[in-house]
């Protein structure tokens, strides 16, 4: 084992609560150690990840944001193994955000805490089952003290401490206090093999399954304080907007209505803070504010965008692509060998900008006082968070505590703490503690879209058939437009992953891009880029075997050979192991009888692709009725996502990326006409329904023995290509264009 280092002793420090319960975590500075507050079952130490009271039940701290990806049960799930307890007499609490000043600067009390990219689990593995080592430890070497013996006498099982030379076992909450005065230990106490694991690995509930599934769960929205005000914003109409003058006389009449007054946005070409200039309304209820936003009579500025409309998006990306663009990756000799070439097959495909859409919309509450700023809120991120509400108030960051509730979804859209910004600012100009809450129509008329973009994509085939050139050129909005010091040459690197298949396995390959800058703000979703690349690259996979008459299974198999490792720089690296992406191939390809003859208008459709980290692959059967109506039959999907931690919540997050990509593959886009977005709610932006998603619905597993990875982002890139490739063997129809829409029933009619 590795020694401890003074800073990680600082994250693994040992301490007593008021009601003599030892608890385990960090770190040792004073700040931390007066974290002292009351529980229904006493006092105790919040900012410390593990509390075992002397009755023996533990309560673990989770440290990241919990947006539905499982983490909340994931990360204790890593303590306990380690600490060698019964996962029935664990609690969980979530921690706040654990910011210290110290003389050196700010440092983070509970580590990093923010998720996104699938990397709660991953960038915490080794810290916490560190943790629960050395609570274990420390648990034993007071046992062995206890009875003069060595430590290495001693042994653990189930919340008890067992020693040669004692007929009995010692409960952990005996030893609590004495484990509590101990010194921690130079280096790292050794790790469970995998193997030994009781815990980690094994099908556990989400630990507030119960309060899901009977409503008792707290969201954001669900917060409620003593004097809390409502807020709502009226926003401009069109991109980047601002409001010329307000009329408020109707609005203040409103019953409720407290104050109503502007808010700044930030100009035009100005990185991103808050969203949009607008009027803020506050009220006593949220009916109130509703009612006093519609009563506003607001002249607009239209702005520099007022011209914007999808159709010049995508006319400009077209002629676009008719020019060169910036050459972002070029292996071996692509110009020779397009023109050697027997054969070049190229097609374009189109990708439209989309909105997150979380089933909670965006809401915070923020109490700002002339000292201290307390923000409650559904936040990916929560050191964004405290940093937006640091920029408003102008408050120190050690003066902004942020707590942070369940997500009701998050896909990236709270990654930006724009809401954050806005309540704080509302809060500060009252000077009452404010609830700002958005509606749907908000949600999606003001959202980070993922960027739309058409795709042009081109191989060289050789006498063989084998692909022999390669070339992905791409005109879209970068997600990176208007981040601050962000050079122009770098803003292709949120839309283009240049090791991503099939880099490397072509050897003449080359990437190109070209921005467009509509004014439409643009941010991550799902698997930032990767789902609109999966769609590009699975599609035209297909395509090259059509046209070269190859199996389109074969042809990806051939492509991607042997398992190795091979270099990966891009998110989920350092690797890709080919190997693993052809398992998962074959295996959904096995489920679903491939091979298997099937009648007329009856296709089977397969993709797969690496993120993240992680590998997974989808199998879809469709029906293309004789009107153009599709129905989807069965569909098998499978993931590779290292060590399964928590099996349970791995299934629930593929089953919800399937979803999730069926629902986006076939109707939803954001369309601009004029400088205003189209779409207002899930009427003209829809949702799957039940009635999408067939009964013969598998999720699989394929376990490894490797570091575990985040899965949240890996099982949506396969799903559009997926199903349109199963529409194409079904029916001769090629869908080149996402959404799906009224494609297939117009192909169908002609």
């Known amino acids: 084992m590795g020694q401890l280092d003074q800073g990680r002793r600082h994250f693994l420090i040992a301490g007593m609560t008021i009601s003599g319960s030892m608890v385990m975590g960090f770190p040792a500075f004073p700040s931390a150690r007066a974290e002292i507050s009351a529980g229904t079952e006493g006092h105790r130490q919040i900012g410390f990840f593990v509390e075992i009271s002397p009755d023996g039940n533990v309560i673990i701290g989770s440290n990241q944001p919990e947006i539905g990806q499982g983490i909340r049960t994931a990360l204790p799930m890593l303590i306990a193994e380690e600490l060698d307890v019964e996962w029935s007499r664990v609690s969980v609490r979530q921690m706040p955000l654990g910011l210290l000043k110290t003389p050196e600067?700010?440092?983070?009390?509970?580590?990093?805490?923010?998720?996104g990219g699938s990397t709660g689990l991953t960038n915490n593995w080794d810290f916490m089952r560190e943790v629960g080592a050395t609570a274990r430890h420390q648990l034993i070497r007071a046992a062995a003290a206890r009875l003069?013996?060595?430590?290495?006498?001693?042994?653990?099982?189930?919340?008890?401490?067992?020693?040669?030379?004692?007929?009995?076992?010692?409960?952990?909450?005996?030893?609590v206090e004495d484990a509590a005065r101990l010194n921690m230990p130079e280096e790292v106490p050794p790790l469970k093999a995998l193997r030994d694991h009781r815990i980690v690995g094994t099908r556990r509930n989400t630990v507030d399954a119960h309060d899901l599934v009977t409503g008792k769960a707290k969201y954001g929205l669900d917060t409620d304080r003593p004097d809390m005000r409502i807020a709502m914003i009226a926003r401009?109409?069109?991109?980047?907007?601002?409001?010329?003058?307000?009329?408020?006389?109707?609005?203040?009449?409103?019953?409720?209505?407290?104050?109503?007054?502007?808010?700044?946005?930030?100009?035009?070409?100005?990185?991103y803070f808050i969203l949009a200039s607008g009027i803020a309304v506050v009220a006593t209820s949220t009916w109130a504010a509703i009612k006093g936003r519609d009563a506003l009579v607001v002249e607009w500025d239209a702005g520099p965008n007022a011209d914007d409309s999808s159709e010049k998006f995508w006319r400009q990306n077209e002629e676009m692509l008719e020019s060169t663009g910036q050459v972002v990756a070029d292996d071996g000799d692509f110009d020779a060998a397009m023109t050697s070439a027997s054969k070049i097959i190229e097609h374009r495909y189109e990708v439209p900008f989309v909105s997150h859409q979380p089933m909670e919309?965006?809401?915070?509450?923020?109490?700002?006082?002339?000292?201290?700023?307390?923000?409650?809120?559904?936040?990916?991120?929560?050191?964004?968070?405290?940093?937006?509400?640091?920029?408003?108030?102008?408050?120190?960051?050690e003066n902004i505590h942020v707590e942070m509730t369940r997500v009701g979804g998050g896909f990236g859209r709270r990654l930006t703490n724009d809401y954050v910004a806005e309540a704080a600012i509302i809060s500060k100009r009252t000077g009452w503690p404010i609830k700002l809450v958005w509606t749907r129509e908000d949600e999606v008329r003001n959202d980070f879209y993922r960027p739309?973009?058409?795709h042009e994509v081109r191989a060289g085939?050789?006498?063989?058939?084998?692909?022999?050139?390669?070339?992905?050129?791409?005109?879209?909005?970068?997600?990176?437009?208007?981040?601050?010091?962000?050079?122009?040459?770098?803003?292709w690197r949120s839309e283009l992953y240049p090791d991503d298949f099939p880099r490397r396995f072509v050897e003449n390959f080359r990437l190109e891009y070209f921005h467009n800058a509509i004014g439409l703000p643009r941010g991550s979703w799902r698997a930032p880029a990767h789902t609109a690349n999966a769609f590009v690259v699975q599609s035209f996979l297909d395509e090259l075997a059509y046209e070269t008459g190859q199996d389109p299974l074969a042809l990806r198999l051939a492509l991607l050979g042997d398992a190795r490792e091979l270099e990966y720089s891009g998110h989920g690296?350092?690797?890709?192991?080919?190997?693993?992406?052809t398992k998962l191939l074959k295996f959904v390809a096995k489920r679903i009888d491939y091979s298997k003859q099937r009648q007329p208008g009856r296709g089977v459709g397969i993709a797969a692709h690496f993120t993240f980290g992680g590998y997974a692959a989808h199998a879809m059967e469709v029906v293309v009725h004789a009107d153009g109506r599709l129905t989807i039959e069965r569909i098998v999907a499978a993931m590779d996502c290292g060590l399964a931690v928590h099996p349970n919540a791995v299934e629930a997050q593929i089953q919800g990326a399937t979803v999730d990509g069926i629902s986006t593959a076939l109707g939803q886009q954001i369309t601009v006409q004029d400088g205003q977005v189209q779409q207002s709610n899930f009427h003209d932006y829809p949702l799957a329904r039940i009635s999408h998603i067939p009964d013969a619905f598998e999720a699989h597993i394929l376990p490894h023995d490797d570091t575990p990875t985040g899965v949240g982002e890996i099982g949506i890139p396969p799903v559009a290509p997926a199903l349109t490739n199963a529409i194409f063997a079904a029916s001769g129809v090629r869908i080149r264009r996402l959404p799906i829409g009224d494609q297939l029933r117009d192909a169908m009619a002609s």
């Not at 600067?105 to 998720?115: E, I």
């Not at 430590?151 to 076992?169: H, I, N, R």
């Not at 085939?461 to 990176?480: F, M």
């Open 105 to 115: 600067g700010y440092s983070w009390k509970y580590g990093g805490q923010g998720v």
């Open 148 to 175: 003069d013996v060595p430590p290495e006498a001693c042994s653990t099982t189930a919340g008890y401490v067992l020693c040669d030379s004692a007929p009995d076992k010692i409960a952990y909450g005996d030893l």
């Open 236 to 271: 401009s109409p069109t991109l980047n907007g601002k409001p010329v003058s307000f009329d408020a006389t109707a609005a203040r009449e409103i019953d409720g209505v407290l104050d109503v007054f502007e808010v700044e946005g930030p100009a035009p070409d100005d990185p």
């Open 361 to 397: 919309p965006q809401n915070c509450y923020a109490h700002v006082t002339a000292e201290q700023c307390h923000i409650i809120a559904p936040t990916q991120m929560p050191a964004g968070a405290s940093r937006a509400a640091e920029a408003v108030t102008g408050l120190p960051r």
């Open 452 to 454: 739309g973009g058409l």
């Open 461 to 491: 085939i050789g006498d063989d058939g084998e692909v022999v050139a390669w070339t992905q050129r791409l005109a879209s909005g970068s997600k990176y437009f208007r981040r601050p010091n962000m050079p122009d040459e770098n803003l």
């Open 573 to 581: 690296g350092p690797t890709f192991n080919p190997g693993r992406l």
